[in-house]
Structure formats: structure tokens, C-alpha cells
């Protein structure tokens, strides 16, 4: 089971009273359940938020947005009354005008703690298109190198937080990157019988339902790509990957073969050789 994640930039909803809201609180056991009793006794609705604690700090950020409208308190009112909580160090409040908030107070965004960027699915395939249309089949070598690059990129700093044995042997884990990323909901199929190979599930690969969407009957090259520059990076070893089958294709996901060196594939086949049912028992 997959729940959709949303990323809060904007809100509008024309005539409501909407804002965005950021409180500071002394990180203790708690803190947030009491700013949002608080809120509730305001009888203001929290739209969307999430809580940021950043291990040494104090302090602990939550921030949300919030329809005012059937509430008797104004942004001011609001305000006051949460700052009077003792746990709350400061709020600061950003209210809509004409029914449109743009989350405009919390910056940089991060990933991982690194400065990160979002983009829409729509606005990469978009980009990837215009070289297609520019370039011809000669697109296809520079999506291949940008994309390998990027997945590299990836995987180099997972090596540097992990340390690469630990990586190699939590690649199932990491490969869940993608699905939290959204690029598409992935599975790991570790193969060990005859050649050591993986194989990577891919549902609703954003860039496969794109090109069924603009009637292009063609398999991926970007996630391809990226797949094999985080794989090799990982195991520090080339990497094949093939798209065995593709959504684009009128296959029911996309999945790609990925093969290593044998000797690098060792840890995690034998994980997934210690999963497998024993016959004896
Ligand atoms: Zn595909």
C-alpha cells in the first residue's frame, strides 16, 4: 500500500481566509500535541503541515496551513493567542490574499540535509521531449549521460553517509529512494539461481506513462540510465540494465534487468538466499 505524498507550495480557495503558518517550539516530549490543542479550540482547520526537528537544536519547526475562515479569531488574534503558549518561542503567520497562499517561509528546501529542488513530472518529461524533438535519436546519448549522472550523483552520497558495504548490502532498501522521490513505485527482485542479476519493478514510471500519454511507443532512457549510474556507484562496478518490460509497450509495469560482476553482487544474494523458504523444514 502506497500513500500519496504532497508537497505543499501553494493553497487557493477563493473567498476563504487561508495562511500560512510557521511556530517555533521548545523541543520537548509533546510540544506540537499542545499547539495543535490549541488550535483546535480556535476552531481553525490545519489544511496541511509537517513538523522539522533537527537533531542538537532546541528548537522544533512546525509548519502548516490553515483555513481561518470559520473561526472567530483574526491572523492577529491567532497569533497572539499562540505565542502565549509557553513551549512556543515565535510564529510567524503569512496570510492569503484573494484566497492564494504561497508557502514562501521555508527555504532552502532540503533532501537528505543537501539543497534540493522541486520539479514537476510533467516539466522533466517536458525538458527531456524538447532534446527528443531537437536531437532525434541523438537525444538519447545525452538523456542516457544526464541521466547516469544524476544517478550517480545519487549514489555517491549514500556511499559518503553509509559507507559503501553497507550500502551494497541495503540496496533493496535504497532502491525504495525512487518510490519516496516519486520517480515510480519500485520493487526489488534480487535473482541468484543461474546469473547474478537483479530485477527492478518499476509501476507507473513517470517517464514510460508519459510517452503513452503522447502516444510515443517508446521504452525509458532517462530511468534506465539513472538505474545503472546508482547501481554502479554503488557496487563500484559496471552494471547492464535492460528494459525487459516496458509500460509504453503495452506491458503491465516497466521492469529492467540490471546484471553486476558476481563477485559484487555477493552480499545481496545471499540476503536474499537467506529469505528463501527452507525445502527441509
Ligand atoms: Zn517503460
Request: with cysteine.
Amino acid at each position: 500500500m502506497r500513500y500519496p505524498r504532497n508537497v505543499d507550495v501553494w493553497e487557493y480557495a477563493p473567498g476563504r481566509k487561508l495562511a500560512e503558518v510557521v511556530i517555533r517550539v521548545k523541543s520537548v516530549r509533546g510540544a506540537v500535541a499542545v499547539c495543535n490543542k490549541a488550535v483546535a479550540e480556535m476552531g481553525v482547520s490545519i489544511l496541511d503541515g509537517s513538523v522539522a526537528a533537527t537533531r542538537p537544536s532546541r528548537t522544533a519547526t512546525w509548519s502548516f496551513s490553515v483555513d481561518l475562515t470559520d473561526s472567530s479569531f483574526s491572523v492577529k488574534g491567532f497569533r497572539e493567542r499562540l505565542l502565549r503558549l509557553p513551549i512556543v518561542e515565535s510564529v510567524q503567520i503569512v496570510p492569503s490574499q484573494d484566497g492564494l497562499v504561497v508557502d514562501e517561509q521555508r527555504f532552502p528546501v532540503l533532501w537528505g540535509g543537501r539543497r534540493a529542488v522541486i520539479l514537476r513530472a510533467d516539466a522533466l518529461t517536458e525538458m527531456v521531449d524538447r532534446l527528443w524533438d531537437v536531437f532525434g535519436t541523438g537525444a538519447a546519448t545525452i538523456i542516457d549521460q544526464m541521466a547516469e549522472a544524476m544517478g550517480r550523483h545519487s549514489a555517491k552520497e549514500v556511499v559518503d553517509d553509509l559507507g559503501r558495504d553497507f550500502a551494497k548490502d541495503h540496496l533493496e532498501a535504497l532502491m525504495g529512494t525512487y518510490t519516496a522521490l516519486g520517480f515510480a513505485d519500485v520493487a526489488l527482485e534480487p535473482g541468484w539461481s543461474s546469473e547474478p542479476r537483479l530485477t527492478v519493478h518499476a509501476r507507473q514510471l513517470f517517464e514510460c506513462q508519459a510517452n503513452i500519454k503522447r502516444k510515443v511507443r517508446r521504452r525509458s532512457v532517462f530511468f534506465r540510465a539513472h538505474i545503472r549510474g546508482f547501481v554502479e556507484e554503488i557496487y563500484g562496478a559496471e552494471a547492464e540494465v535492460e528494459e525487459v518490460q516496458c509500460l509504453a509497450e503495452g506491458g503491465e509495469e516497466c521492469s529492467f534487468r540490471v546484471s553486476v560482476p558476481a563477485a559484487a553482487m555477493a552480499p545481496v544474494q545471499a540476503r536474499a538466499k537467506a529469505r528463501e523458504p527452507d525445502p527441509q523444514s
